[in-house]
């Protein structure tokens, strides 16, 4: 498939950012602390539908004909004091970068609940939240930044849902792409620093998020720095639509992000060899944000892992030369991150071959 023109005409390396334009040169400085789950910092709130609908606040969904408990990017509409105060926990913690309330805030994932007409609203205030957090928290040696969270999307461009009809899809890649663009827009126009494509476990859904982004770059004439992390669903060391982390790799490279890493999945020690390869392959920064081990239903975050272990096992990552973005996913708090930046400072982050002549 011929690669799109938007794509091919990407600037090359970190130039010309219009945002976010401090964060190479913090790279390559130190290893940058990304913050952890906003799901399992949601659920400690111990929220019931009465509360996602906005009680005690707005009540703009009290009579929502539909069950809304468990969309979390609504409550940057009906919560967003809780919002915010997640995001300044982790803030408090050592973030560097925080990310936007909108992993699922895409018309594509918000129709399940009827609420993709929302979707837009939905980035627009979660931005704005996380970009007041930073505002907050930045000092000139220390400044914060928000990155607008794409996650995935529930539906796969690449795989039937029907095992009886391997040709079925329920999403194109044209309704991906449009979805995307709504959000990311809407997400630059509520003030995030830089995109962060994440939890990928379909290359082409996030080639369309890509594609989206490149599209935005041109309408708009501003140049985001783009975060790309893909996870690593079981042992086989392939992400869900069958790619190994090298392929999945090479069929995104050319989108230039400033990084590039695995997230969630397997917890860091089973990730270890798959972000080990990405070190070896990669000519940008790496990212490795895990899930707090494998999961636990009977554990109070859902997942077994202390702050110690986690900030150990990264700790472990980044004295062999393979990070330089670490943070936490499903099962971390803010007390994970406090863990893993206090274990990781002072630690020199990965370099890679050519990156001063890049650089020069």
């Known amino acids: 498939m011929n690669q799109p023109a938007a794509l091919a005409s990407r ?33 400690r709130y111990k929220l019931d539908e009465a509360a996602y609908r906005g009680k005690g606040g707005s009540e703009r969904f009290r009579d929502y004909p539909r069950d809304i408990k468990g969309n979390n990017e609504l409550l940057s509409l009906t919560q967003p004091q809780i ?3 997640i995001h300044e926990q982790y803030l408090a913690a050592g973030a560097d970068i925080i ?21 837009i609203e939905m980035n627009v205030e979660s931005a704005k939240l996380a970009r007041a957090a930073c505002e907050k928290y930045s000092t ?45 827009k809407a997400l630059m126009d509520g003030g995030c620093d830089l995109f962060l494509v994440e939890t990928i476990f379909d290359t082409l859904n996030a080639k369309a998020a890509l594609f989206a982004l490149d599209q ?17 669903t079981d042992a086989s060391g392939r992400i869900l ?38 070190a070896k392959l990669c000519d940008t920064y790496v990212s490795c944000y895990p899930n707090a081990g494998l999961p636990n239903p009977m554990s109070d975050t859902g997942f077994d892992e202390t702050p110690a272990d986690t900030s150990g096992l990264l700790k472990e990552f980044a004295s062999a030369g393979l990070v330089n973005v670490a943070g936490g996913c499903c099962g ?27 650089a020069a």
Request: charged share 20%.
């Open 11 to 43: 600037p090359a390396g970190d130039a010309k950012y219009t945002r976010g334009a401090a964060l190479p040169a913090l790279l390559a400085s130190r290893i940058v602390i990304l913050d952890g789950a906003m799901g399992t910092m949601i659920q």
């Open 83 to 85: 919002i915010s105060e």
């Open 99 to 119: 990310e936007t309330n909108t992993f699922g805030a895409t018309t594509v994932a918000q129709d399940d609940y009827g609420m993709g007409d929302l979707a």
């Open 140 to 184: 000139p040696d220390k400044p914060r930044f928000a990155a607008g969270a794409i996650g995935p999307t529930p539906k796969t461009a690449s795989i039937s849902p029907d095992v009886n009809d391997p040709g079925a899809r329920n999403v194109t890649f044209e309704e991906l792409r449009r979805a995307y663009y709504e959000q990311a």
């Open 216 to 232: 935005l770059f041109e309408d708009t004439g501003e140049n985001l720095p783009i975060m790309i992390s893909g996870t690593v």
């Open 241 to 278: 639509s069958g790619q190994t982390v090298e392929a999945f790799w090479n069929s995104l490279r050319h989108a230039k992000p400033l990084t590039f890493g695995l997230n969630c999945a397997l917890g860091a020690a089973l990730m270890r060899p798959y972000i080990a390869e990405l």
């Open 332 to 358: 971390t708090t803010p007390e994970h991150i406090a863990a893993i930046a206090k274990a990781l400072a002072g630690i020199k982050p990965r370099r890679w071959p050519g990156q001063y002549r890049e």
